[in-house]
């Protein structure tokens, strides 16, 4: 399994409960939650990110 990295993540106490009352919905760990929505974020930024760069992209 490759290296996890860990790193101190500080946040608003109602931010922390909001994640809490998600990830025990989605039946994760706040911390699988987290990682959840980076990955998903990323996910959806890379294809943004592509999208933009494919030939025929709409310009802003």
Do not use: C, H, T
Not at 1 to 20: I, T, V
Not at 26 to 40: C, F, K, M, P, T
């Amino acid at each position: 399994m490759a290296e996890r990295k860990s790193f101190l993540l500080r946040l608003p106490p109602e931010l922390m409960e909001e994640l809490n009352r998600w990830a025990k919905d989605d039946l994760r760990s706040v911390n699988a939650q987290i990682e959840y929505i980076l990955r998903e974020a990323l996910r959806k930024r890379r294809r943004k990110v592509d999208d933009e760069s494919s030939p025929g992209a709409p310009s802003e």
